[in-house]
């Protein structure tokens, strides 16, 4: 069964970073697509990062391009998310996800961790 599995979530304060983590189990992720979205309250979730695991190649949102990097540890099956210079606009729960290519179709979902980013 496969299981995504986020941590690293926090309150930071403008400006700040922090380093998101989605723990990957449940089968070779090679022919996978991973990615990171969010939801703030009140607003629909919003697609955030992709990386494609074979390649490394990635794919990043306008909002978040130059500040946020999603990178993939093969050792560790972990997907990272680092969040620079963060704005109090990026506060929102963050999802990892995962879709098996060539698939458009997001099957796999985490549970969600909490940014608050404060002004």
């Known amino acids: 069964q496969v299981q995504l599995v986020e941590s690293g979530g926090g309150l930071v304060q403008a400006g700040g970073s922090l380093r998101l983590s989605c723990a990957v189990s449940?089968?070779?992720?090679?022919?996978?697509?991973m990615a990171w979205f969010r939801q703030a309250p009140g607003k629909e979730r919003e697609f955030v990062a992709t990386?494609?695991?074979?390649?490394?190649?990635?794919v990043y949102a306008g909002s978040v391009k130059g500040r946020f990097t999603i990178s993939r540890d093969n050792a560790k099956n972990t997907v990272y998310l680092q969040m620079n210079s963060l704005k109090p606009e990026d506060t929102a729960v963050y999802y990892c996800?995962?879709?098996?290519?060539?698939?458009?179709?997001?099957?796999?979902w985490g549970q969600g961790t909490q940014v608050t980013v404060s002004s």
């Open positions: 996800s995962a879709r098996q290519l060539p698939s458009t179709r997001y099957d796999y």
């Open positions: 990386i494609y695991w074979s390649s490394g190649n990635t």
């Open positions: 449940g089968r070779t992720f090679s022919s996978y697509a």
